[in-house]
């Protein structure tokens, strides 16, 4: 069975924090990294090619420097790729992004900001998602 790790991505500190602090009282043994440059995430992602590691992303779209769409394309091309599933996480209320998130095989779900509770309790309803989130 691969190693599953959940990645979160946002430019905000303070998102990111209110995800944590969610992530870690729903989810107490699960495996998280917090990034607030999808680079740095990129680069993280790109060190465990080669392993059977797979990724759970809660991803945002409007970024600087690389967006979530720009990472998503770069996942796209990669050699992990099949490793790869995303959740958009998003305040973007453009009905354009939803649609857009719709071209990606590897996005499960698009939810608004934050991440609560109750989104974990639908995800585990998904079937690829659902070990991520046990």
Not at 55 to 82: A, C, H, Q, T, Y
Request: hydrophobic content about 45%; proline content about 3%; aromatic content about 8%.
């Amino acid at each position: 069975m691969a190693a599953k790790e959940i990645l979160v991505i946002d430019d905000d500190p303070i998102i990111l924090l209110i995800h944590q602090v969610v992530l870690e009282s729903a989810l107490p043994a699960v495996s998280c990294q917090y990034f607030e440059d999808a680079r740095k995430a990129l680069l993280y992602m790109e060190q465990c090619a080669g392993s059977d590691k797979e990724f759970l992303l809660f991803l945002d779209i409007n970024m600087p420097v690389v967006s979530g769409w720009d990472l998503l394309e770069e996942i796209r091309n990669s050699v992990f790729k099949e490793n790869v599933f995303v959740v958009m996480v998003t305040s973007s209320v453009n009905e354009g992004d939803k649609i857009k998130a719709g071209h990606y095989q590897n996005i499960y779900d698009f939810i608004s900001k934050p991440l609560k509770e109750e989104h974990l309790i639908k995800l585990r309803e998904i079937e690829e998602i659902k070990a991520f989130i046990i």
